[in-house]
């Protein structure tokens, strides 16, 4: 069985600082994981992925992720916050060895507010 | 290029009654999956589709039914509808599991 836990339903940053949102997941596969974010009232976005190549995985708008399967986290970043960042993130994992379905699970979210 | 189209982005039933959603996955795409997103939490897998047949199903009574068509698009009904039922749908077209694209959802509410 595969699980997310995002450790933080909030977090609050200034613009122009770091962001951390940090995930922990849990696999019996070799997983495949993602972050995903969901501005209001919008669908689902994809921020990056990570799926065995490089475990520091770059995605868009400068957020990148790093794998790190001894702690079994996928943790977010972005060296400086913008306004348009407020959001909510989604750590999500899906088991890659498995042939039938591949569902993704998704953790409870991180709301992410950006203060000017 | 049109990614993944939901019908209709808002829906308001009662109690009982039944809902039928609908998907058109991006071009290209052949497994579409449906997730229901309750207020405040995170999507949650309901079933996925691949050669008109459910391939995978998560934790969801069997009042939650779809099907898929030979062009790929699928629908999601939902029978004897509850108070709980309520919440944003979203359905997400792959290749073959590679590469989730995402719709805007329908937001169902149940009164």
């Known amino acids: 069985a595969q699980s997310v836990t995002q450790l933080d339903s909030h977090v609050s940053v200034s613009e122009g600082t770091p962001v951390l949102l940090r995930c922990n997941y849990s696999?019996?596969?070799?997983?495949?994981l993602f972050w995903y974010v969901q501005h209001p009232n919008k669908g689902l976005q994809l921020l990056l992925k990570y799926t065995s190549a490089a475990t520091l995985v770059k995605g868009i708008n400068g957020f990148e992720a790093e794998f790190k399967k001894s702690e079994t986290s996928f943790h977010l970043t972005k060296p400086s916050a913008h306004m348009s960042d407020a959001a909510e993130y989604f750590c999500v994992v899906s088991d890659l060895d498995r042939w039938a379905g591949n569902m993704l699970t998704f953790g409870g979210g991180t709301r992410l507010m950006v203060k000017p | 290029d049109a990614g993944v189209t939901q019908s209709p982005t808002h829906l308001i039933k009662t109690r009982g009654q039944q809902v039928t959603l609908r998907c058109s996955p991006k071009s290209g795409h052949d497994t579409v999956s449906w997730y229901q997103q309750a207020l405040g939490q995170g999507p949650q897998f309901i079933f996925q589709y691949y050669e008109e047949e459910e391939r995978q199903r998560g934790n969801f009574p069997d009042r939650f039914s779809g099907h898929q068509f030979p062009n790929y698009s699928s629908e999601l009904n939902v029978n004897a509808l509850l108070l709980g039922d309520s919440a944003l749908y979203l359905c997400a077209s792959s290749l073959n599991n590679y590469g989730y694209t995402f719709g805007s959802g329908t937001r169902l509410t149940v009164v």
């Open positions: 696999s019996s596969y070799s997983p495949s």
